[in-house]
């Protein structure tokens, strides 16, 4: 019986050491938390806008000159008291002083705002996937924030990057090294999956619990 002890003690004592490290991502298995900090955007006086992207007016007691205006597919917006406008080809903090020259000139208030939103797709394994129209202010931190974090098959340490069909950046980490990069309209952001044993780790302990019980109800 000692010679079968000490035979199930050596056969078991590998599973025992990948348990050991398995374990504590049972605990950390759930969406970890993102803050909901902007985090690292682009300065608004040298952002382009693209098509795609909107024009936020914000006419204080103007209701009727106040929205959200797209920029359509040939870089054009058509806004109230200017009309039709092509965007893209001016620097947006000459674009705004220009725009806002135009609004005083036919309003009687100063309260006249222009703001850009950026296209942004937040994809993956997210809780809520989908596109979202982002201030100059939002970096990657942000866009994942509003796509509700990370599920709980996410990790918000496998971040990728995409633009224009190509991989910018891969495996970046949410709180090292995603902050680095600065997000252009139309940019992907993909939150990864974790990987199959870090999905499984409450199957894989359920498991070896169970099966070192049976062991032990046998050595009695």
Not at 26 to 33: D, E, F, S, Y
Not at 145 to 166: F, V, W, Y
């Amino acid at each position: 019986m000692r010679a079968v002890r000490t035979f199930l003690a050596a056969a078991l004592a590998p599973a025992m050491a990948a348990v050991a490290l398995v374990a504590p991502s049972v605990a950390l298995g759930q969406a970890l938390p993102v803050s909901g900090a902007p985090g690292r955007g682009i300065p608004s006086d040298t952002l382009r806008l693209r098509p795609g992207d909107v024009i936020r007016v914000q006419a204080w007691r103007e209701p009727l000159y106040t929205g959200d205006f797209p920029v359509d597919e040939g870089g054009v917006a058509t806004l109230p008291l200017v009309g039709r406008r092509l965007v893209t080809e001016t620097r947006w903090g000459l674009l705004r002083d220009s725009l806002i020259a135009e609004f005083r000139g036919s309003l009687s208030t100063d309260g006249v705002n222009f703001v850009p939103l950026r296209r942004i797709y937040v994809l993956g394994a997210v809780l809520k996937p989908g596109i979202y129209m982002l201030e100059p202010s939002v970096g990657v931190e942000g866009a994942v924030a509003l796509a509700g974090g990370a599920n709980e098959d996410g990790t918000l340490e496998k971040l990728r990057i995409i633009r224009n069909s190509e991989t910018l950046a891969k495996d970046l980490s949410i709180t090292k090294s995603a902050s680095r990069f600065t997000l252009v309209s139309g940019d992907q952001v993909f939150v990864d999956r974790r990987s199959w044993v870090d999905r499984n780790s409450a199957l894989l302990l359920s498991s070896f619990i169970s099966f070192t019980g049976v062991m032990a109800a046998l050595l009695r």
